[in-house]
Every structure is written in C-alpha cells, then in structure tokens.
C-alpha cells in the first residue's frame, strides 16, 4: 500500500486512526447525498466496516483508495483513490472530500494522483468515475481529470453517469 503526497497532500494507506474521521465525513447529509452505495455509511460501526473494506481491497487488488490528510493541518480531509470490488463496472477513481473542504481543488489534486498511478503503477488503460446525476461538483472534477462522459446508467439505485479516461 503505497503513499503518495502532492503539494498540498498526503494520500495514505487507511489505518483505524481514521475511524473518527472517516465518521464525521460519512455523517454529512450532503456528502453522503451523493454516494454511489446504498446502505448505511454512517456512525462508528458503518465506519469500521468501510475502513475494513478500503484495507482489504488493497489487499485483494493491489490498489485502494487512500486515505487524503491535508498537510497543513495534518487533518484526513477524505478518502481518493481506486475502486474496483466484484461487479463493478470498471477500476475507477473514486473521490469523497469533507464538506468544510470542499471547492478549493483537494478532490482534483488526489485524483489526479489516482490517475496517474492506475495508468502508471497498476498497468490500467482504462478508468472510470462512477457520479451521479445530479453531482456536478464531481462532474467538474471529472472533467478536470480529462475524463469524458460515457454513458448513463442505472447504478446502485439511482440515476449516474459514467465518466471514464483511456491512457494516453
């Protein structure tokens, strides 16, 4: 499980330290209005479970998704990286930023890590992002990252959209 930093970011591997965290970010209606998983995401429980879960895909894959401190203020902001469990439709780069630190480009910047290390350390040649419809915050992001729209599907119960780049 490897770090990653940039210039405003720490991106690594989840530990139990982030339960608290991983918490308050999942208790926010608005983030998790935007969710692509149904089913309860709040409180310590939900936490652990999802803790356990970003562990053990970088164990079963070989990639994850990161957990992302801001370096300034040694805060976990998030969690950014791949996804890619049974079923799903694709590896993809996924995103999920504390509201209070939403709108200054912290989504974009860990994405962009993402990217280059699905392109460059796990050999992909395609990813995608997985957003709902009515996101268009993560939409821009997704547009930042050279991504491009798809597709519209029917994901995990509701309307999404999927964005996906090919490796240059």
Same mark, same amino acid.
């Given at each position: @499980?490897?770090?990653?930093?940039?210039?405003?970011?720490?991106?690594?591997?989840?530990?139990?330290?982030?339960?608290?965290?991983?918490?308050?970010?999942?208790?926010?209606?608005?983030? @998790?209005?935007?969710?692509?998983?149904?089913?309860?995401?709040?409180?310590?429980?939900?936490?652990?479970?999802?803790?356990?879960?970003?562990?053990?895909?970088?164990?079963?894959?070989?990639?994850?998704?990161?957990?992302?401190?801001?370096?300034?203020?040694?805060?976990?902001?998030?969690?950014?990286?791949?996804?890619?469990?049974?079923?799903?439709?694709?590896?993809?780069? %996924?995103?999920?930023?504390?509201?209070?630190?939403?709108?200054?480009?912290?989504?974009?910047? #860990?994405?962009?890590?993402?990217?280059?290390?699905?392109?460059?350390?796990?050999? #992909?040649?395609?990813?995608?992002?997985?957003?709902?419809?009515?996101?268009?915050?993560?939409?821009?992001? #997704?547009?930042?990252?050279?991504?491009?729209?798809?597709?519209?599907?029917?994901?995990? %119960?509701?309307?999404?959209?999927?964005? %996906?780049?090919?490796?240059?």
């Amino acid at each position: @499980m490897l770090s990653r930093q940039t210039p405003r970011l720490l991106l690594r591997p989840p530990t139990v330290e982030d339960l608290e965290p991983f918490v308050e970010i999942h208790e926010d209606p608005e983030v @998790m209005r935007y969710m692509t998983v149904i089913g309860p995401l709040s409180g310590r429980v939900a936490a652990w479970k999802l803790l356990a879960v970003m562990i053990g895909h970088w164990h079963l894959r070989g990639y994850g998704q990161w957990s992302v401190v801001e370096k300034a203020t040694g805060l976990v902001i998030g969690r950014v990286g791949l996804w890619n469990p049974e079923g799903w439709p694709g590896i993809e780069v %996924g995103w999920v930023i504390r509201r209070s630190h939403w709108g200054y480009g912290f989504a974009t910047e #860990a994405a962009k890590e993402a990217l280059d290390f699905g392109f460059n350390h796990v050999g #992909a040649d395609h990813l995608i992002s997985i957003i709902r419809s009515d996101n268009a915050r993560s939409i821009r992001v #997704a547009e930042k990252l050279g991504e491009s729209f798809e597709r519209a599907i029917r994901f995990e %119960g509701a309307e999404s959209l999927i964005y %996906g780049i090919t490796k240059r």
